[in-house]
C-alpha cells in the first residue's frame, strides 16, 4: 500500500523513500547495501550559539579519524579556519545560490566524499550547519538514495545561546525548527544566564521537542557518549508520556511533539493506510516523525523515521526475549491534534486480539 505514496513524497520524488511492511518479514541487509557506514553528526543552531566550540571540543577528545563538512552562509568561509584541525580533513560549502539546491550539492560531494576512498578515509563525519540553515533538508538527506548505503546519521545536535535563546525563538522560525529536528540539545552559555532564566528556556524547549535530550553546557563541553551517536529507539523507550510541561500561556511556538504508544500488535495493512493518511492530509504540519512498530504475526521491530512526507522504514531488528514488545511513535509539527492522532493510530490494532 505504500507504493502508492510516490507522489505524496518530497518534490525530489524519490521512488526509494518508499517502503511496503508487507515485505519485510523476510528482510536483513539487502545485497546490494553497503556494509560499511559512515557515521554522521549534525551540529546545528542559531547565529552565535557556539557550534564551532562544540565541533572544537569534539575534536579535542575523539580519536577516531574525523572530516568536518562546514556550510556557511556567506560568501567568504570564516567557521573552517577556526576548526582545529588539518585542513585537508575541511570541507567548505560557502555562499547560498538561488540557482543551486543545497541538497542535490551536498548529496554528489557525499556520494563522491565516499567512493573516493570506499568509505576508508575517515571513521566519522561532523556537519557543521549554517546558523541560518533549516535543517529539514540536511536531515533528510540521509534518507535517501545512496546515503542511506553510505552513510548513517547518528544523531542532530542543536546548539542553543542560552542567553539570547528565547529571543531567537521569539522572533525567527528556523530557531525553532532547529530545537524540531533534533536528537540531542545543548543549551549554552549558561554562565550567562540565571537560574530562573534557564529554566524558562528549557520548559519552553521541551515543549517544542520533547523527545531530544538536553543538556547545559559552557563553551560547548559535553560527554561524546551524549551526544555523538545516539540510540534514537532507546530514548523513545525512555520518553516521558507527560511531554508538554511548563506555563503554555507563556509560550507562544505552535510546535509541540505527540507521543502514540500502543502495547496491543498492530495490523500492518491497517498501519499503511494511516501513515498515507498521516501524510495527504497532515504532511505539511510535520517536521519530523520516528518511532518503531510492533506487528502481529512478525518477530521483528520495525524502524519508522520521516521528515516531512519523506520516510524511511525497515525491519530493524528481532525482538529480544523477555523484552516489552509495543509501539511507538513521535510526531513533531505544528498544530498538531494529539486526541485525532491517538484515536487514529489505536485504530491499527490487529483483529482478533485480546486488547490490553
Given amino acids: 500500500m505504500l507504493n502508492n505514496l510516490e507522489h505524496y513524497h518530497h518534490s525530489h520524488n524519490h521512488k526509494h523513500c518508499e517502503h511496503n511492511h508487507k515485505n519485510c518479514d523476510h528482510v536483513k541487509q539487502k545485497s546490494n547495501d553497503v556494509t560499511h557506514k559512515i557515521p554522521v553528526t549534525i551540529i546545528g543552531g542559531f547565529l552565535g550559539a557556539g557550534k564551532t566550540s562544540v565541533v572544537n571540543s569534539i575534536l579535542s577528545k575523539k580519536t577516531d579519524r574525523i572530516d568536518v563538512l562546514v556550510r556557511e552562509y556567506g560568501s567568504v568561509s570564516i567557521d573552517d579556519m577556526l576548526i582545529n584541525l588539518d585542513k585537508k580533513n575541511i570541507h ?210 520495525y524502524e519508522f523515521q520521516a521528515v516531512r512526507k519523506t520516510f524511511h522504514s525497515k525491519a530493524d531488528r528481532l525482538w529480544e526475549s523477555g523484552e516489552e514488545r509495543k509501539s511507538v511513535i513521535v510526531l513533531i509539527g505544528e498544530g498538531l491534534d494529539e486526541q485525532k492522532y491517538q484515536e487514529s493510530f489505536r485504530n491499527c490494532i490487529a483483529n482478533g486480539v485480546s486488547q490490553i
Fill in 92 to 301: 567548505v560549502f560557502p555562499g547560498i545560490s538561488m540557482h543551486h539546491d543545497p541538497q542535490i550539492m551536498l548529496y554528489g560531494f557525499l556520494d563522491y566524499l565516499y567512493d573516493k576512498t570506499n568509505g576508508t578515509s575517515f571513521d566519522h563525519l561532523l556537519m557543521e550547519l549554517s546558523g541560518l540553515d533549516s535543517p529539514e533538508q540536511l536531515v533528510q538527506l540521509f534518507f535517501l538514495g545512496n546515503m542511506r548505503t553510505k552513510y548513517r546519521l547518528a544523531s542532530f545536535i542543536t546548539i542553543i545561546d542560552a542567553e539570547y535563546g528565547q529571543l531567537n525563538l521569539d522572533d525567527y522560525s528556523v530557531a525553532v525548527e532547529q530545537i524540531a529536528q533534533a536528537d540531542v540539545i545543548l543549551i549554552n552559555k549558561i554562565d550567562l544566564v540565571s537560574n530562573e532564566e534557564l529554566k524558562k528556556l528549557s520548559n519552553r524547549v521541551q515543549k517544542i521537542n520533547s523527545y531530544a535530550k538536553i543538556f547545559y553546557t559552557k563553551y560547548g563541553e559535553a560527554e561524546l557518549k551524549d551526544i555523538l551517536d545516539v540510540d534514537f529507539l532507546q530514548q523513545l523507550y525512555d520518553l516521558n508520556k507527560n511531554v508538554s510541561k511548563g506555563d503554555d500561556k507563556l509560550l507562544n511556538d505552535n510546535i509541540k511533539t505527540v507521543v502514540l504508544n500502543e502495547r496491543n500488535p498492530l495490523d500492518k495493512e491497517k498501519v499503511n493506510d494511516w501513515i498515507q493518511n498521516l501524510f495527504v492530509t497532515d504532511g505539511v504540519k510535520l517536521l519530523r516523525s520516528k518511532g518503531f512498530f510492533n506487528f502481529s504475526n512478525s518477530d521483528y521491530r
